[in-house]
């Protein structure tokens, strides 16, 4: 018999499937999902980078635009996937937060890259990629991720990301090497000079997500021939020095998630047809992956 001291959400939980909630964030945005039975509702907010944003900072941001969206739904389970939460105070940093906002929910902040391993390989055996503001990979064996190629940050790696291809825009711009018809496009465009480039990259907050800003300029005006060396070259980066160091990738799907992937799929296939890989998913973001799995 259940005793009078049961609260009304312990009763829930005894009588209903318990609310799931779902993050997948990037450092540009955070996708939400909240499932409660067979309803789904998303929510996107600015996306979460541990490394850029400290605990008070997070909890801040869910407060303002997270909570309100939820209005007075009670909340069991958050299985949270992001960047940088690779890294145990960053994963630390984030599930604290959570605890602050959702105080009755349990709890699981993991990172991005179990998040497109889960989503797009399921149960089964594959390469797992991301390609979107940041860039990284594992060989996922249906469980756990076994091998992963080292993830440098976008001073030093993330190629093949939106922040290592929009870098390669703003070099081309700076150092003069668009011809006079990107350039003029690009001074078209975005309105801006050495100065104010430089202070976004150097002094202010989020370059990462600055730079990534710039690859749309790629999809804006694919056909030239130097926006495609850039889109390829970059790519192509990603190739070599990640998925060539897996020798599963010759014998297993390679998958990919990610705005990066998703948008130039068409050389993500012509890249796998030359190194020979085989082609697997390619989805945007992993969300609905994500769903599929914890359901």
């Known amino acids: 018999m259940i005793g009078t001291d049961v609260s009304v959400h312990q009763l829930q939980q005894l009588i209903m499937p318990g609310i799931k909630l779902i993050a997948d964030s990037g450092a540009t945005k955070a996708e939400w999902c909240l499932l409660n039975g067979n309803k789904k509702k998303t929510i996107i907010t600015q996306g979460i980078s541990p490394y850029f944003l400290n605990t008070q900072q997070i909890t801040e941001l869910l407060e303002k635009e997270l909570k309100p969206k939820l209005k007075?739904?009670?909340?069991?389970?958050?299985?949270?996937?992001?960047?940088?939460?690779?890294?145990?105070?960053?994963?630390?940093?984030?599930?604290?937060?959570?605890?602050?906002?959702?105080?009755?929910?349990?709890?699981?902040?993991?990172?991005?890259?179990?998040?497109?391993?889960?989503?797009?390989?399921?149960?089964?055996?594959?390469?797992?990629?991301?390609?979107?503001?940041?860039?990284?990979?594992?060989?996922?064996?249906?469980?756990?991720i076994v091998k992963n190629s080292p993830g440098l940050g976008f001073i030093l790696g993330d190629e093949g990301s939106g922040a290592y291809l929009g870098k390669k825009v703003l070099q081309y711009y700076l150092y003069g090497t668009f011809d006079y018809e990107l350039r003029g496009r690009f001074d078209l465009t975005y309105m801006t000079n050495t100065t104010e480039i430089l202070e976004n990259v150097y002094k202010k907050p989020l370059?990462?997500?600055?730079?990534?800003?710039?690859?749309?300029?790629?999809?804006?005006?694919?056909?030239?021939y130097m926006i495609e060396n850039i889109i390829e070259d970059g790519l192509n980066d990603f190739f070599f020095y990640h998925l060539c160091k897996y020798s599963e990738s010759w014998t297993l799907p390679i998958h990919f998630a990610g705005s990066i992937a998703y948008g130039f799929k068409d050389v993500v296939k012509q890249l796998c047809d030359s190194y020979e890989f085989e082609l697997g998913n390619v989805m945007k973001n992993p969300m609905e992956g994500l769903i599929a799995y914890h359901s």
């Open 72 to 144: 007075n739904i009670v909340v069991d389970e958050i299985f949270y996937y992001g960047t940088g939460c690779a890294n145990p105070a960053n994963a630390k940093s984030i599930k604290k937060a959570l605890t602050v906002i959702f105080n009755e929910a349990k709890v699981d902040v993991t990172h991005d890259l179990m998040a497109a391993a889960r989503a797009l390989c399921g149960n089964e055996k594959g390469i797992a990629s991301i390609l979107g503001t940041g860039s990284n990979s594992c060989f996922y064996n249906g469980k756990k």
């Open 207 to 224: 370059p990462n997500r600055y730079l990534a800003g710039f690859a749309k300029f790629l999809a804006d005006n694919r056909g030239h």
